[in-house]
């Protein structure tokens, strides 16, 4: 069984930076971490889903949402099936679940997201 | 950006009833449309990709559809463990967007 799992969140303040990573596993169920795209997601406290950024199974290709570009970069270590989020200059409306999601091939170059880990919480306040 | 109009946002049903959850978007995005469903303190969970097509796992009583750049998801057969939030979702192109979650909940 494909399983991921997010670990790194915790209480920080303003303007302070934060690393979460996010651990693959499940490998005997055909699972390989470096041929998959990533995603993370994250869900402030009451709130819908917000996709934060994106990155390609060799690192080649990222995106971000336009409330974290510049402040966050997403990175990959595939020799450890690791994704990471490094975050920085954090802002209280930063203050959300963050959730790592597998990127699965639907057509062309084209991905949606399938396997998702249970999150780790971010809380940014003074 | 494109914008995704999920509706209802809360829908009151009963057990054994069929649902209807729709979801507009600002644009053409062809079938790249997802859906999930997410419990309370939970993980959301994909049931629906491509539009039409079920997850590994998710059974039959979900559905998809498409009609223009309206999507539609239906579940059949209420059950307990159906009355979640679901959330639509387009990847045709970044940034990726959700609808705003419907919550499905027990008369």
């Known amino acids: 069984e494909v399983q991921l799992a997010e670990s790194g969140g915790g209480l920080v303040q303003p303007g302070r930076s934060l690393r979460l990573s996010c651990a693959a596993s499940?490998?005997?169920?055909?699972?390989?971490?470096?041929?998959?795209?990533m995603n993370w997601v994250r869900q402030a406290p009451g709130k819908g889903l917000e996709w934060v950024s994106y990155i390609s199974s060799g690192s080649a290709d990222v995106y971000y949402a336009d409330s974290v570009r510049g402040r966050f970069t997403i990175s990959r270590d595939n020799a450890q099936n690791s994704l990471y989020l490094q975050m920085n200059s954090l802002r209280v409306d930063d203050t959300a679940v963050y959730y790592c999601a597998r990127a699965s091939h639907d057509i062309g170059d084209k991905f949606y997201m399938d396997v998702w880990g249970k999150g780790t919480a971010v809380t940014v306040s003074s | 950006d494109i914008q995704m109009t999920q509706s209802p946002s809360s829908l009151s049903a009963s057990v054994g009833d069929r649902v209807t959850i729709t979801c507009r978007a600002s644009?053409?995005?062809?079938?790249?449309l997802a859906w999930f469903q997410q419990k309370a303190g939970e993980a959301p969970k994909s049931l629906i990709y491509?539009?039409?097509a079920l997850n590994s796992g998710v059974p039959s009583k979900f559905g998809g559809s498409r009609s223009g750049t309206d999507f539609t998801l239906t579940i059949t057969n209420l059950q307990p463990e159906d009355f979640a939030t679901y959330y639509c979702q387009q990847y045709k192109s970044y940034p990726y967007t959700f609808g705003q979650g419907t919550k499905l909940e027990m008369k």
């Open positions: 491509a539009a039409f």
């Open positions: 644009q053409d995005i062809d079938n790249y």
């Open positions: 499940g490998f005997t169920s055909g699972f390989t971490f470096s041929r998959f795209s």
